[in-house]
């Protein structure tokens, strides 16, 4: 039997509603590692946002930030920067209509301003604190994820007039603002290949927008009963929500582990 590989997102999927890593979530995926199954973390975070979840884990492999910075055990293997002039003319942008931003790089981040609401809201909710005030922080470095904050509709001036890149919202005052094409999916490819292994003995769970090409392209994907109607559109399991054993159910439904 060919050796199989797992992708889990982490919020929503890995941790529940409280951002809390269930017990039985940790111990299958223990077991997974045991049964011989390649586990790794496919998410929209940073990698200095979760070096307790990887530990507590065991896992050394991780598509971070969408899909732009991906390391395969320990090793840096794929980088897709922003492009630094397209960032800075959507910084300009932003910063006109009073919209401020976050930049990302593999180490930290830093935000446009010393404070803000929506930021601390945003980043609030997965229990961040809002970064430090550095508005050059993106110049000269490599930026391989942006957050922009703003509301509803508000994001589509941005759409029409940055088109470098793709914004995916995650909060109703924040979006993620991603290398046009970049995904998930591409990242998990790297990794795949890096691995040595197949994308049709390849799984990934999750939960989000920005899960959805990765769920569609894998050869296997999985949706969280807590997912968006996007992403549950394009699975090939629906599985239980998060708060209800949804990831546990769906490895023993799939076969990767047998009671």
């Known amino acids: 039997m060919s050796k199989k590989i797992a992708f889990f997102d982490i919020d929503g999927t890995l941790l529940d509603h409280d951002k809390r890593l269930p017990e039985a979530t940790l111990k299958t995926v223990k077991d997974l590692q045991d049964a011989g199954v390649y586990c790794a973390i496919a998410t929209g975070r940073a990698p200095f946002m ?10 050394d492999s991780f598509v971070s930030f969408n899909g732009q910075y991906v390391v395969f055990e320990g090793e840096e293997i794929y980088r897709n920067p922003l492009s630094e002039p397209e960032l800075e003319a959507l910084y300009s942008n932003a910063e006109a209509n009073n919209h401020p931003m976050v ?17 601390e809201k945003s980043l609030g909710s997965l229990y961040l604190d809002h970064p430090p005030e550095d508005t050059a922080f993106f110049k000269g470095r490599n930026i391989y994820q942006s957050l922009i904050f703003c509301e509803g509709d508000e994001i ?14 995650w909060h109703e005052f924040s979006c993620d603002v991603l290398p046009r094409g970049g995904s998930k999916a591409e990242g998990i490819k790297k990794l795949i290949e890096a691995a040595g292994l197949n994308n049709e003995d390849a799984y990934a769970f999750g939960d989000g927008l920005n899960d959805i090409e990765m769920i569609r392209e894998i050869g296997t994907g999985v949706a969280m009963g807590n997912a968006v109607k996007e992403t549950k559109s394009v699975s090939d399991l629906i599985t239980d929500d998060v708060s209800e054993g949804g990831l546990v159910n769906a490895i023993y439904k799939l076969g990767l582990l047998t009671n």
């Not at 979760?50 to 896992?59: A, D, F, M, V």
């Open 50 to 59: 979760y070096p307790e979840l990887r530990e507590k884990l065991g896992i």
């Open 103 to 119: 930049f990302m790089d593999h180490e930290e981040m830093k935000a446009s301003t010393p404070e803000h609401s929506h930021i």
């Open 156 to 169: 589509e001036e941005y759409r029409r007039n940055h088109k470098a890149f793709d914004y995916i919202r």
